[in-house]
């Protein structure tokens, strides 16, 4: 599966964006879908993922109350929403997909076989 995301930029602390990653296989519902994000020199890090089919989501602890994950299995598309976004998210953003049992949440990398090419999230203070 392709992934595509988009609709990374630069804000202001406080702000908001929406990230989106599309996938390009009508098969998007047997994927768990997540959220990594990289800043230069330093480990791929987790930030939210969500089951293929339960709905059940899972967040890194300063995602929490801030960011959101939910997916429209009908557009083959995940989206982050994130808010009251501050300086250290400021990282590149990538979507993965990982062929899941039901209702598991993966929240490392090893589980996840397809990625998409990454967006740029910069937060200005």
């Known amino acids: 599966v392709q992934l595509q995301a988009s609709g990374g930029g630069l804000v202001q602390a406080g702000g908001s964006l929406r990230l989106s990653c599309a996938a390009s296989r009508h098969t998007f519902g047997v994927y768990a879908m997540g959220w990594f994000r990289q800043t230069q020199g330093k480990e791929r890090e987790f930030v939210a993922a969500?089951?293929?089919?339960?709905?059940?989501?899972s967040y890194v602890d300063s995602a929490k109350g801030r960011f959101t994950i939910p997916r429209d299995n009908a557009r083959n598309t995940v989206y982050l929403q994130m808010a009251s976004l501050k300086p250290e998210d400021t990282a590149v953003y990538l979507c993965a997909a990982a062929a899941t049992p039901l209702a598991l949440v993966p929240t490392t990398t090893q589980w996840y076989s397809y990625w998409g090419q990454g967006t740029q999230v910069t937060v200005s203070s």
């Open positions: 969500i089951s293929r089919n339960d709905g059940s989501t």
